[in-house]
């Protein structure tokens, strides 16, 4: 579980290499009907070279990787990562596409099909390919190795690409319908949108170094051997994935708010919206970590027996994750003002409080110590840019009811416990008083909140 954590956080900061943030540049020169499959054309084309020079680079050097990470057995394994990198950066374009033309259920559609894909090989190759082999059946003595591991785990996702790039296909299609007043390739707009996108790729790597970094940091500054430190890395990256309820409300926010925004910039009320849409997400990321917390007695069973020992990370990472879903929310400014600079300074920032946050509470900590640092760091960027998008993009945002919902959440959550540790220690009971709590707070939004939240959806 170490080794797969650690690989896929690296290959989180291929991936903005890769793809050099040119979906967002997409976005903002291709929100007119008119402009978009221009910017579609542009981007996709320079991905599509792009794509094949880095990955044939990287596949060249993939020997000197793999020792450099202390993995020299595991040079496959490297190999694997790289593909499926490049497979990521060639769908980004047609994903981006999606997302401008606002079909939403055939985003959704793609990405559940990669989603069932990957689940269905993890556990072909995992569990049944043992039992195949074992007893010689469907030749799968010829086609499974039972010294891969978890190898079949970077497999499944490589296949579960590739059956992606294939339902996207249509979408390149669409580059060779370019119109007799367009140029194919359309030179003076894609130095505009690497202009506009050079300081997003410094948001993009800071932005990894602040999801992912922990981990190898953890490898590196842990105590104890390669294994105990890797053992370690596996725990916090298992119970990370308990974090992923609030990470997917997150992410589905960030896939819609970019051509959201963007569309919108130019419409009347259109900062009484962003404001809007920022309370919407405050209440419904706190209704998730409350709902998260008060039934972790279920959701502990999201990772197995040995790692729950670091389910005390969980809370944290809930509220770091959505004080990050918060940030998406607040620095569209940069981008809609186009000083994407500055919202490169800020991600250089919070790299900065991770980096120093996770060197010097992960040796007095371990994994939770990484688990603040990313609090700290979320955090931080949120209120700088906040405070800085006042100063170039002023939007009325209900601070004090986003932070009112927030400290209630977490208010209800130490109830709870209070409440259980008193009178509840039966699990059914348990139970009982946690979807109490939970409705008692949702109760509670409708009451304050529940005209303002219709008009918000509505709009």
């Given at each position: 579980?170490?080794?797969?954590?650690?690989?896929?956080?690296?290959?989180?900061?291929?991936?903005?290499?890769?793809?050099?943030?040119?979906?967002?540049?997409?976005?903002?020169?291709?929100?007119?009907?008119?402009?978009?499959?221009?910017?579609?054309?542009?981007?996709?084309l320079s991905i599509l070279f792009s794509t094949f020079l880095f990955a044939g680079i990287m596949l060249y050097f993939s020997s000197a990787f793999a020792n450099w990470l202390e993995y020299p057995q595991l040079q496959h394994y490297i190999v694997w990562i790289i593909l499926i990198v490049a497979l990521d950066a060639l769908v980004a374009i047609p994903f981006a596409l999606l997302r401008l033309q606002e079909r939403a259920l055939n985003f959704a559609l793609i990405k559940i099909v990669n989603m069932l894909s990957y689940l269905g090989m993890v556990f072909f190759f995992v569990k049944a390919g043992p039992y195949l082999y074992e007893h010689q059946l469907l030749g799968?003595?010829?086609?499974?190795?039972?010294?891969?591991?978890?190898?079949?785990?970077?497999?499944?996702?490589?296949?579960?690409?590739?059956?992606?790039?294939?339902?996207?296909?249509?979408?390149?299609?669409?580059?060779?319908?370019?119109?007799?007043?367009?140029?194919?390739?359309?030179?003076?707009?894609?130095?505009?949108?690497?202009?506009?996108?050079?300081?997003?790729?410094?948001?993009?790597?800071?932005?990894?170094?602040?999801?992912?970094?922990?981990r190898t940091l953890l490898k590196t500054l842990l105590p104890g051997d390669l294994d105990s430190r890797l053992a370690q890395v596996g725990i916090y990256g298992a119970c990370y994935k308990i974090a992923i309820f609030m990470n997917l409300l997150t992410q589905a926010f960030n896939y819609a708010a970019e051509p959201f925004f963007f569309k919108h910039a130019a419409?009347?009320?259109?900062?009484?919206l962003y404001a809007d849409v920022a309370l919407l997400f405050s209440i419904i990321g706190s209704l998730v970590f409350l709902g998260v917390m008060v039934f972790m007695d279920i959701f502990q069973?999201?990772?197995?027996?040995?790692?729950?020992?670091?389910?005390?990370?969980?809370?944290?990472?809930?509220?770091?994750n959505l004080c990050l879903g918060l940030y998406y929310s607040l620095a569209t400014w940069y981008k809609l003002a186009d000083k994407t600079s500055i919202g490169a300074y800020i991600s250089i920032f919070g790299a900065l409080i991770t980096i120093v946050g996770n060197l010097l509470l992960i040796p007095w900590l371990g994994y939770m110590g990484a688990a603040w640092a990313t609090l700290a760091c979320y955090a931080s960027m949120l209120i700088v840019c906040y405070l800085l998008g006042q100063r170039y993009y002023p939007v009325p945002y209900p601070i004090t009811k986003i932070l009112s919902y927030m400290a209630a959440a977490l208010i209800c959550y130490f109830l709870y416990q209070w409440l259980r540790n008193q009178f509840a220690a039966a699990s059914f009971l348990s139970f009982a008083l946690a979807a109490l709590?939970?409705?008692?707070?949702?109760?509670?939004?409708?009451?304050?909140?529940?005209?303002?939240?219709?008009?918000?959806?509505?709009?």
């Open positions: 579980m170490g080794i797969q954590t650690e690989l896929y956080s690296w290959a989180a900061f291929l991936l903005i290499p890769f793809t050099y943030r040119m979906e967002t540049a997409m976005f903002r020169f291709g929100s007119k009907q008119e402009e978009l499959m221009p910017a579609f054309r542009t981007a996709a799968a003595t010829y086609w499974f190795s039972p010294n891969l591991g978890i190898g079949y785990v970077f497999i499944a996702n490589l296949l579960a690409n590739i059956i992606t790039l294939f339902m996207l296909l249509p979408s390149y299609f669409g580059l060779f319908k370019s119109s007799r007043d367009q140029p194919f390739f359309d030179q003076v707009l894609w130095k505009k949108m690497m202009l506009y996108a050079g300081p997003l790729i410094i948001v993009g790597l800071a932005g990894v170094v602040n999801e992912v970094l922990d419409k009347d009320g259109s900062r009484q069973y999201f990772v197995a027996a040995p790692y729950r020992e670091g389910i005390t990370i969980v809370p944290i990472l809930l509220m770091a709590v939970w409705l008692l707070y949702l109760a509670g939004v409708w009451i304050f909140e529940g005209k303002n939240l219709m008009k918000i959806v509505r709009r």
